[in-house]
Every structure is written in C-alpha cells, then in structure tokens.
C-alpha cells in the first residue's frame, strides 16, 4: 500500500453542505478495496488561478489515503466521470 494526496476542486454550483456525501461516495472505492482515508480536508470555495468550464471559483478539497495503486486509479477515473467534480490530481507522497 502506498500513500496519496488527491486535491479535488468541486464545482461552485454545489452546496458547500453536500461537498461531505460528495467525498464520501468516491472514498467508499478507497475503503471497499481494504484502503484507509487518513486526512480529509475541505478547505472551501476558492478563486482559481484560471477560469474552468467559464467558472472562476471551486471547492477546494484535499485527500490524504492510504491505498494500491489501482485503487486510487479507479477512484479518480470515478471522479473524472462525476460532473460535479471539475478537476482532481493525485500525488504519491513520500513519507
């Protein structure tokens, strides 16, 4: 198992409440496969540096898991599929 930090920016459209199930439901992909979630962070609406899909704001979320590789594949293919997620970036860490 190897250590990850996916930062996932959430479409503004989304209610700030409802970011939490949002999360959660791409995580269940992690911990189905016997991997853990060990930080969530949701950092809140932000600026972006550059418009996205004609937005200039998105919701700011960051990750820290503990999965296989194909795992955390799979749950950001998941979340690529997802419209409410506009982007996401996945980072091995080196702990």
């Known amino acids: 198992m190897r250590k990850y930090e ?7 459209d989304v209610d700030e409440r409802q970011v939490p199930g949002l999360i959660e439901k791409h995580l269940e992909t992690i911990t189905n496969d016997g991997g853990t979630v060990d930080n969530t962070d949701i950092w809140g609406r932000r600026r972006l540096a550059y418009d996205i899909n004609k937005k200039s704001e998105a919701i700011y979320v960051v990750l820290q898991i503990t999965a296989e590789p194909a795992t955390v594949s799979e749950m950001d293919r998941l979340m690529s599929i997802d419209e409410k997620v506009v982007r996401t970036k996945v980072l091995r860490r080196e702990d």
């Open 6 to 12: 996916v930062m996932v920016l959430i479409d503004s």
